[in-house]
Nanobody, 118 residues
Framework: QVQLVESGGGLVQPGGSLRLSCAASGTGSIFRTYNMGWYRQAPGKQRELVAAIGRGGSTRYADSVKGRFTISTDNAKNTMYLQMNSLKPEDTAVYYC??????????WGQGTQVTVSS
């Protein structure tokens, strides 16, 4: 029943910033219940986990985004964020949110397109 809606993507120049949001429907804070993450899928590539946050607040990042991206949650708003700085063309992808597990517990949303180009 829980639905995740990604937003905040767009077209940005290299070096720019975007803040993605992942809003969960309904009441209650799913981000205190599940380990969650941001995923992306670029053309011709497999879906990859780029950032994850544990129930206790621990975070980890893919090497390709480490130092540039920051994952966070706002439990009151039942929303997860991905602050993306110093964007590179290689970051171009559709970004999704879901649980951080081998079997994803929620249906995939439509994702939000991030395009980094001059």
């Amino acid at each position: 029943q829980v639905q995740l809606v990604e937003s905040g993507g767009g077209l940005v120049q290299p070096g720019g910033s975007l803040r993605l949001s992942c809003a969960a429907s309904g009441t209650g804070s799913i981000f205190r219940t599940y380990n969650m993450g941001w995923y992306r899928q670029a053309p011709g590539k497999q879906r990859e986990l780029v950032a994850a946050i544990g129930r206790g607040g621990s975070t980890r990042y893919a090497d390709s985004v480490k130092g540039r991206f920051t994952i966070s949650t706002d439990n009151a708003k039942n929303t997860m964020y991905l602050q993306m700085n110093s964007l590179k063309p290689e970051d171009t992808a559709v970004y999704y949110c879901n649980t951080d597990t081998d079997t994803w517990l929620f249906y995939w949303g439509q994702g939000t397109q991030v395009t980094v180009s001059s």
